[in-house]
């Protein structure tokens, strides 16, 4: 074991109280994510400026953010399009003249919300103030969710986006349109998929555009101020159970999915929606989806489902990460057919027959505040940040 790992043991790893919201990690709703803290802690000790860190299961981007940050350079990897799109917006360094491109926008948007609000959503009257040409998602069941004004409003706004002239630019403003999506439908909240009426008002969703953008802008700025301009960030929208050919890396730290706690492709669906990402496919590519292990089907997940999966994973990442390096997972306990399963102890197990072996394991308690599952489902107080060596030859 290595000095660094065993420095990591000693340490309060519950960082109760911690401001988890600094820089760009804010941005965007993602429930169940893990807190900088823990990447920041395990990147500084376990790696050197200037090497490769990665995160298989990345979400919306909290390793890579920090790895930056701290000197490294970051892989990102993740089957769900929104967390890609996402980290990508997260890791942005501003070019000249990008930040402009979006505060004019966001200037623009917010006069369009107060010039819509004062007319209810009509000039003079009558006619539509927004583009009707825009266009519309096809998935009918929309107008479950969202108000036909909001509806109108929103396909505005996603075509005035994509019509954005840089691509770094357009996934900021995309990833900003995204943040608001769920407060403006009649979805509960990003951890409840269930509908209720909200008072959304006409030029509401324009003006919560324009203030989102605004505070993304200046973040980014703060994040572009913070990291070095040599370091680089290659996300790979991709099944892991694939085997995806990725640059290798240094250090891997990710936060995987818990099984049965959480179906991300069901509970930010409306965002996927709009944005046009092919949501039925990252359903059936999920893994640990809440959704997979309650089916009560022949097909449905278990224990073995995932331990199969994560041997999978490992086998791969094999490949990728140099030899002796460090592979560390934050990941607490799941319930599944009533019992209760150590999902540290299933992927040290998956490790162990795939060139890994466990070097270290440590449990810190979790904020309820900061890591968002279904109680009923999860009943998750603690986790384990698991880290295993690569001992295979290649």
């Not at 930040?99 to 009558?126: P, R, Y």
């Not at 009426?197 to 505070?215: C, D, N, P, W, Y």
């Not at 059936?284 to 089916?295: D, L």
């Amino acid at each position: 074991m290595s000095r660094s790992v065993a420095v990591i043991e000693s340490l309060d790893l519950d960082f109760a109280g911690s401001r988890t919201g600094h820089l760009t990690h804010g941005l965007h709703p993602y429930p169940a994510k893990f807190i900088p803290q823990i990447p920041n802690l395990l990147i500084r000790e376990l790696s050197l400026p200037g090497d490769t860190v990665a995160d298989i299961f990345c979400g919306s981007g909290t390793t890579a953010i920090e790895a930056m940050v701290l000197g490294r350079h970051a892989v990102g990897i993740d089957a769900n399009p929104l967390a890609c799109l996402i980290t990508k917006a997260k890791t942005t360094r501003f070019r000249p003249g990008e930040k402009e491109i979006l505060d004019s926008l966001a200037a623009e948007a917010d006069k369009l919300g107060q010039d819509i609000a004062e007319q209810q959503g009509h000039l003079f009257g009558g006619e539509s103030m927004l583009n009707r040409k825009a266009p519309m998602p096809p998935d009918e069941s929309l107008a479950f969710w969202f108000e036909p004004f909001v509806m109108e409003e929103l396909s505005h706004l996603v075509a005035r986006c994509r019509s954005l002239p840089i691509e770094s630019v357009r996934t900021v403003a995309l990833v900003a349109l995204s943040s608001i999506i769920v407060n403006v439908s009649k979805q509960d909240s990003d951890t409840r998929y269930v509908r209720r009426a909200k008072r959304i008002m006409h030029g509401e969703t324009v003006q919560r555009f324009a203030r989102a953008l605004s505070g993304m802008t200046g973040a980014i700025q703060e994040f572009t101020d913070r990291v070095a301009p040599n370091l680089t960030c290659t996300i790979h929208e991709a099944n892991l159970l694939q085997e995806p050919e990725v640059r290798p890396f240094d250090l891997m730290v990710c936060s995987p999915p818990y099984p049965n706690a959480y179906s991300y492709h069901l509970y930010h669906r409306t965002r996927m929606l709009w944005l046009g990402m092919d949501q039925p496919r990252f359903k059936r590519e999920e893994i640990g989806s809440h959704r997979k292990y309650s089916s009560k089907g022949s097909n449905g997940a278990t224990v073995h489902t995932f331990k199969a999966e994560m041997e999978l994973i490992l086998r791969w990442m094999g490949r990728y990460l140099k030899r002796d390096g460090l592979a560390c997972f934050v990941i607490g306990d799941s319930t599944l057919k009533g019992l209760k399963v150590n999902n540290a102890d299933l992927i040290s197990e998956a490790g162990s027959e795939n060139g890994f072996q466990e070097v270290s394991r440590a449990t810190r308690q979790i904020q309820t505040s900061k890591k968002s599952f279904n109680p009923a489902i999860g009943k998750i107080k603690d986790e384990r940040i698991l880290i295993l060596q690569n001992v295979n030859e290649n």
